[in-house]
């Protein structure tokens, strides 16, 4: 009994010690780990891969850098699969902090995958407005961007051209942490009829599954998950699904605390009475 009391008691400091172990080894390990593509994940990844070459996906950056570690992988892996159809990307976001994010992604896989800005991508920037300007967007792009963040003007890109409103916008592509999700499909979705598809964090992934269920979105990524499910698809292994096993072996061991602290508690109970 003071066995099970003793591990009950433990020292938080070795649990945290504990824990930071647990998930460097498998960061510095690499085991290789099978990956199940979920169907939500499956349909989001066809609503890209749908689409004919020359077709204009909008992704909106609608996390910041406290999200980055579940988000930013979705961002990279949804570029190279863009990228690989030869589709026209927009990004633009709801969140400033979230915007240099979205040029460490461009920087990391435009040259890879052959791509120039202005040509094949533009980087609208952040502007302020929120609801307003998504469905201000619906008439008119340019009463909102004007320039790219750049300050270059937006007709001065040749594909940027034909891009007026959502009309002209084959899938806009969510990837938030809080309620902007909720917002685009909402106001856009539900009044402009647009395809969007979100990707979010594990956390906010439940809240999101009615829209997919009732189809006004056209896929979920959920999570770190989520993110490693896309990268398989894409055959593009990347941080996501380095982090898996890190992030499945910290679960674990905290379901393994959890059950030993619950049977020394219940075992010291037993004893004082």
Request: hydrophobic residues 45%.
């Amino acid at each position: 009994m003071r066995f099970w009391e003793r591990l009950a008691n433990v020292d938080r400091k070795v649990l945290y010690l504990l824990l930071a172990l647990v998930v460097a080894v498998p960061i510095i390990v690499r085991p290789k780990t099978s990956i199940r593509v979920s169907e939500p994940v499956r349909e989001a990844f066809g609503a890209v891969d749908r689409l004919p070459a020359g077709s204009v996906v909008m992704i909106s950056i609608d996390f910041d850098p406290s999200s980055a570690p579940e988000v930013q992988p979705m961002l990279v892996a949804l570029l190279r699969h863009a990228f690989k159809k030869n589709l026209k990307v927009i990004v633009m976001g709801q969140l400033a902090l979230g915007l240099p994010l979205a040029e460490i992604a461009l920087d990391q896989v435009a040259p890879e995958m052959g791509k120039k800005y202005g040509d094949d991508y533009v980087n609208f920037g952040y502007r302020p407005g929120f609801t307003a300007m998504m469905v201000g967007m619906g008439r008119e792009i340019r009463d909102y961007f004007r320039t790219d963040y750049r300050n270059v003007p937006v007709d001065s890109f040749p594909f940027m051209r034909q891009v007026h409103n959502y009309e002209d916008i084959a899938l806009l592509v969510s990837l938030a942490h809080g309620g902007v999700a909720d917002a685009w499909i909402q106001y856009v979705g539900g009044r402009f009829n647009q395809a969007i598809i979100v990707g979010c964090t594990g956390v906010n992934a439940p809240n999101l599954y009615q829209y997919l269920h009732s189809g006004q979105i056209k896929g979920l990524i959920g999570g770190l998950q989520g993110a490693s499910e896309y990268e398989t698809l894409v055959e593009r292994p990347g941080s996501a699904t380095l982090g898996m096993p890190a992030q499945s072996a910290a679960h674990g061991l905290i379901i393994l605390l959890l059950v030993i602290g619950n049977i020394g508690y219940l075992l010291s109970r037993k004893r004082k009475a």
